[in-house]
C-alpha cells in the first residue's frame, strides 16, 4: 500500500543559497496552456513541444525568491542551462547537482527582472497582485 512521509523543507535550507527568501509559492500542474505562455519566448525553437510536454507532465514546485539581486544571483546558483557545462564550471551548481539533461535541467529562473514579473505574473497572478510583485 502506498505510505506517506512529511518532509519539511526547513528555513536554513531555503536560505542556504545566499539569503533567498521564499515570499510564495506553490505545487501546481502547469496546463499545457499556461506552459505555451510561459515559455512563449522559445516559441519558434525546434525543442518547444519538449519543452511544453515535459514541464507539465506532473507538478513542479513555484517560488518566488526575494532578496536583492535575485534575478542574477539564483541564475548563478543554477548555472548554465546544460547540466554537463554546469558540471564542468563547479559541482555545487544546482544544475549540476540535480539537472541530468539540456531539457531535464532540474531547474528554472527569470532571465531578467521584466521577465520575472511576466512570470510571477502568469504564475501567482491569481493572488494578490500587489502582494506578489512588490519589492519586499
Ligand atoms: P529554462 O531555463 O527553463 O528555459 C528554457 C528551457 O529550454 C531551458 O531551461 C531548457 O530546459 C530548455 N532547452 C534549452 N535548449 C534546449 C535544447 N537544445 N533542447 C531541449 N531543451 C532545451
Not at 536560505?15 to 496546463?31: M, P, V, W
Not at 521584466?114 to 493572488?127: K, N, S
Request: aromatic share 6%; proline share 5%; with cysteine.
Amino acid at each position: 500500500p502506498r505510505q506517506h512521509t512529511l518532509a519539511v523543507i526547513k528555513p536554513d535550507a531555503a536560505e542556504e543559497q545566499k539569503g533567498f527568501i521564499i515570499s510564495h509559492q506553490k505545487e501546481t500542474i502547469l496546463s499545457k496552456e499556461v506552459a505555451e505562455e510561459f515559455y512563449t519566448e522559445h516559441k519558434e525553437r525546434p525543442f518547444f513541444d519538449q519543452l511544453v510536454q515535459f514541464i507539465s507532465s506532473a507538478p513542479c514546485v513555484l517560488l518566488v525568491l526575494s532578496k536583492e539581486n535575485a534575478v542574477e544571483d539564483w541564475r548563478a546558483a543554477m548555472g548554465p542551462t546544460d547540466p554537463d557545462k554546469a558540471k564542468e564550471t563547479s559541482p555545487d551548481l544546482l544544475r549540476a547537482r540535480f539537472g541530468s539533461d539540456i531539457l531535464h535541467n532540474a531547474v528554472h529562473g527569470s532571465s531578467s527582472e521584466e521577465q520575472a514579473h511576466r512570470e510571477i505574473q502568469l504564475m501567482f497572478g491569481d493572488q494578490s497582485s500587489e502582494q506578489v510583485t512588490s519589492s519586499e
